[in-house]
Nanobody, 123 residues
Framework: QVQLVESGGGLVQPGGSLRLACAAS????????MGWFRRPPGLEREFVSA????????NYADSVKDRFVISRDNAKNTLYLDMFSLKPEDTAVYYC????????????????WGPGTQVTVSS
């Protein structure tokens, strides 16, 4: 069975940084494109970023471009999201997911969502 577990969330002041990690098991991680999504309080889930199976190409939402960096370590079956210059509007539960067909567009068929990790940006 596929299992994804996010970690690394926490409380940070505006302008701070965090590194999120997603540990994957039960899937051919090195052959699977992956994505990060988030759900702000009271709002719907939204796309954040995605990366191809070997890390050669990535995609970002306009709201996080130039501030977030997605990466992966296939030897460790782990997906990362480095977040810099965090803003209060980045506050959300962050989830990782696997792309079924390999696409990294926001509307791709992502599945096997993890339980999420809370990121709170507040002064």
């Amino acid at each position: 069975q596929v299992q994804l577990v996010e970690s690394g969330g926490g409380l940070v002041q505006p302008g701070g940084s965090l590194r999120l990690a997603c540990a994957a098991s039960g899937l051919p991680f090195s052959a699977t494109s992956m994505g990060w999504f988030r759900r702000p309080p009271g709002l719907e889930r939204e796309f954040v970023s995605a990366i191809t199976w070997a890390g050669g190409r990535s995609n970002y939402a306009d709201s996080v471009k130039d501030r977030f960096v997605i990466s992966r370590d296939n030897a460790k079956n782990t997906l990362y999201l480095d977040m810099f210059s965090l803003k209060p509007e980045d506050t959300a539960v962050y989830y990782c997911a696997a792309s079924r067909g390999g696409s990294i567009v926001p509307t791709a068929d992502f599945h096997s969502w993890g339980p999420g990790t809370q990121v709170t940006v507040s002064s």
